[in-house]
């Protein structure tokens, strides 16, 4: 019959628009709990797909990134960055520029930066910092309300840097290897 | 076959016929008076009828400019690769388009970036750039607004960076710019700029046996046109309702992609194939590692060869989710569908976000494997889409598209594409499999593993918009197929078999790697000096080659169907002007 292919596709935006309310009977008011975002969120999900943000919000998966952060280890309270230069390397926007110390007693290149910039407005966050460090120095955050009302520019070494902890707590699993990695290592 | 070995078989069939021909490691060389013979020869003796690529490498040492042609076999096989070195001083090389169409727009890209002149071309403009552009951006010896220094990393990054200067401080404005000698502002107009093009549109398709005298309009659709997908500008010769002549002029996004290219690292440049065609950043980074891996030789782990094409199959659906559902926004089912296909796209770039840390820009693949092995539960959860719920919402979404008579009395025998003229215009994909042409790279060429997979390469005969969306819709299906039985037997083992560092040094020679991605052909040709840095890197885009044949497949139809023509193409403006 001609017109049936149109009562279909009117059929098909119908139960969608149907499906939209049915989520509020379905988790029975507590439609905003974070299980309930989890499902609909899942590939169960059916209802409207929507995230009321920032009344809700997703969780994020761990190896989600954005910008770089520079980690103070928890043992030395120093930052874990020896200042060779690898992300300078992987770096495909060159937005890092690192000054490498040098040691007031000797007069040599020391293990450690004097300065660290990093060109936010320019990071494209892909990541090859993080993936090539050595010293697990560098990682990538996860906090993406960045929003400001200046030009960001350069960060520097302070404000690049957190603490261990916050590595472990956003990142678990890499956390966990990275932990397991080193004691490896130090039982060799 | 690997292509040296094709090419060491044609060699002595060709050599008879043509004595000054000569075959070295790179591929064939020929003298430029004699490439259209040897073309013409190789398309109706030897059968090699689809010209997929050409492009240009500067070596300004040796003081010539080599023009690359690489020629498939539309029966399948690997590729016949074409040598043509000319001075550099004066190029000149006689042109391919009247025999390829596809040779179009890839000889006036050549044109535009390296200033190699095409003896016979119908339509010479620069492509990219505009006309009065001053210097040819591809040449080794052409300098960026924002030039630092040959390659990355710049030297003044580290060690001693403790004085950054930020990007928007070198601005072109202040003293990082080179005009041509004698140029003020204020004698440059834009009309100038548009002026070879009038000319081209007042020209072209004229029928001097009109029996109605007419009068004609030009009418720009874009660059900022909702319809366009992007910044793309239609310039239509109308006379009443029917297109005359179509051009489409571009080149708003191009941000020289290549030039970028050729200043990185071989790694640093992975993020930036994300960015060609930003749908597809997978299938992107997959073509540009398996090219290479070409040069390098390296064999890539079992498991990591699953993930690749897993995920190559998921962006296949995301990008004919998107390509269909926007289709559906032309022809009147305004967002309806297209918000469906984002919805499901959600969900697989929420498993891709898992795996590679971003929803579009991955910067997932590398040289050797993957960046990083699949987490915990994700198998699980792509089956769960891939079994369950996708085929649902797939199906619906072909109910829509497909059935409603509304999108039928629309596309139906709109823009019909011949077999003959989507290969001779070089289209791949979608487009050339809806007229008929059962070519795929995944069976003609195999890569990856997919000569392991059991799936039917989806072909339509109609040629025209309505099937070019059907097709679409074949590929998904056969997607979900290949990715039933990937996910189900994955195995075990490591995901990177080489320890990669960002200073990676590719051994010199040059390769040609190419997928099927979503919307066709692409490809990568990149030629190493044995150094970190590409020397040549040159992108064969999909969309760019297969929107060659929007010109041919508007001709005389309505101003209205050209929007639905456009739209059952399928382009990515990134990927267009790069």
Redesign the interface.
């Given at each position: 019959m001609?017109?049936?292919?149109?009562v279909?596709?009117l059929g098909?935006?119908f139960y969608?628009f149907v499906l939209t309310y049915v989520d509020e009977f379905r988790f029975k008011g507590k439609r905003r709990s974070a299980e309930a975002l989890a499902q609909r969120?899942?590939?169960?999900g059916s209802g409207a797909?929507t995230v009321e943000y920032p009344q809700e919000r997703l969780t994020?998966?761990?190896?989600?990134?954005n910008l770089p952060f520079l980690v103070i280890d928890a043992e030395t309270q120093q930052t874990r960055c020896t200042?060779c230069?690898?992300c300078?390397?992987?770096?495909?926007v060159?937005c890092?520029?690192?000054?490498?110390a040098t040691d007031p007693e000797t007069g040599k290149?020391a293990r450690y930066p004097?300065?660290y910039?990093l060109?936010v407005?320019?990071c494209?966050?892909?990541?090859?910092c993080a993936?090539?460090c050595p010293f697990d120095a560098i990682k990538?955050d996860q906090h993406y309300e960045v929003a400001s009302y200046t030009r960001p520019?350069?960060r520097n070494l302070q404000e690049l840097s957190k603490p261990e902890s916050y590595h472990a707590q956003i990142h678990p699993?890499a956390y966990a290897e990275e932990q397991a990695r080193k004691a490896a290592k130090a039982k060799k | 076959m690997k292509s040296h070995e094709l090419m060491q078989e044609i060699f002595p069939v060709l050599q008879q016929r043509f004595p000054n021909l000569t075959l070295e490691s790179n591929g064939l060389h020929v003298a430029k008076r004699q490439l259209v013979d040897v073309a013409r020869y190789l398309r109706d003796e030897l059968g090699f009828n689809y010209l997929s690529s050409v492009t240009a490498v500067d070596y300004p040492q040796r003081g010539v400019i080599d023009v690359v042609y690489h020629f498939y076999r539309i029966s399948g096989g690997p590729e016949l690769v074409l040598h043509v070195e000319v001075n550099r001083n004066a190029p000149v090389v006689p042109s391919l388009t009247p025999e390829f169409g596809s040779a179009n727009f890839q000889e006036r890209e050549v044109w535009d970036m390296f200033g190699v002149k095409f003896e016979g071309h119908p339509d010479l403009r620069r492509l990219l750039m505009w006309e009065g552009f001053a210097g040819f951006p591809l040449r080794k010896d052409w300098h960026e607004a924002y030039y630092e220094e040959e390659h990355k990393p710049y030297s003044s990054r580290f060690p001693k960076g403790g004085q950054p200067v930020m990007a928007e401080e070198r601005t072109p404005l202040r003293d990082n710019i080179r005009l041509p000698e004698g140029w003020l502002a204020q004698d440059f107009s834009y009309d100038e700029a548009d002026l070879a093009l009038y000319q081209r549109m007042l020209s072209a398709n004229r029928d001097p046996n009109k029996p109605l005298k007419t009068d004609e309009m030009i009418l720009n659709l874009g660059p900022h046109h909702p319809s366009t997908h992007g910044v793309l500008r239609l310039a239509v010769r109308l006379d009443g309702e029917t297109v005359q002549h179509l051009e489409p002029v571009f080149g708003y996004l191009h941000r020289n992609h290549e030039k970028i290219g050729e200043r990185n690292t071989w790694m640093q440049n992975i993020p930036y194939t994300d960015r060609l065609d930003y749908i597809n950043g997978m299938t992107n980074n997959l073509a540009y590692v398996i090219a290479m891996e070409k040069l390098l030789g390296w064999e890539v782990p079992e498991r990591a060869e699953y993930i690749r094409v897993i995920m190559a199959e998921f962006m296949r659906i995301v990008n004919h989710l998107v390509a269909t559902g926007f289709f559906g926004n032309d022809v009147g089912i305004y967002m309806t569908a297209s918000l469906y296909g984002l919805e499901e796209r959600e969900l697989i770039l929420d498993l891709f976000e898992a795996a590679s840390g971003a929803r579009m820009m991955f910067n997932y693949m590398r040289p050797g494997g993957v960046a990083a092995d699949l987490p915990e539960g994700w198998i699980e959860r792509a089956l769960a889409l891939v079994e369950d719920r996708l085929p649902r919402k797939i199906e619906m979404m072909q109910t829509m598209l497909t059935e409603n008579e509304i999108v039928k009395a629309r596309s139906v025998g709109v823009g019909v594409l011949s077999p003959q003229e989507a290969i001779s215009l070089g289209c791949s994909g979608p487009v050339l499999r809806a007229s008929g042409v059962p070519y795929d790279i995944r069976r003609a060429e195999p890569y990856s593993i997919y000569d392991r997979f059991d799936f039917d390469v989806a072909v339509r005969y109609g040629g025209d918009a309505y099937d070019r969306i059907r097709v679409r819709f074949d590929e998904m299906w056969q997607s979900l197929r290949i990715l039933k039985q990937a996910l189900r037997s994955i195995p075990a083992g490591p995901i990177q078999a080489k320890k990669l560092t960002p200073l990676l040094k590719l051994p010199a020679g040059e390769a040609y790697g190419r997928i099927e991605a979503p919307k066709g052909e692409l490809g990568f040709y990149l030629v190493s000096d044995g150094s970190a840095n590409p020397y040549r890197y040159h992108i064969r885009a999909t969309s760019l080659i297969n929107l060659g044949a929007l010109s041919q497949l508007t001709r005389l139809a309505k101003i209205a169907d050209v929007v639905v023509i456009l739209a059952s193409i399928d382009l990515t403006m990134g990927e267009v002007d790069r």
């Open positions: 001609y017109g049936w292919g149109v279909k596709t098909i935006a969608h969120q899942s590939a169960y797909f994020l998966p761990e190896r989600s990134r200042a230069g690898i300078v390397q992987a770096c495909p060159q890092i520029w690192i000054e490498r290149p004097a300065a910039h060109d407005s320019l494209m966050g892909c990541g090859l993936e090539f990538m520019g350069f699993t | -």
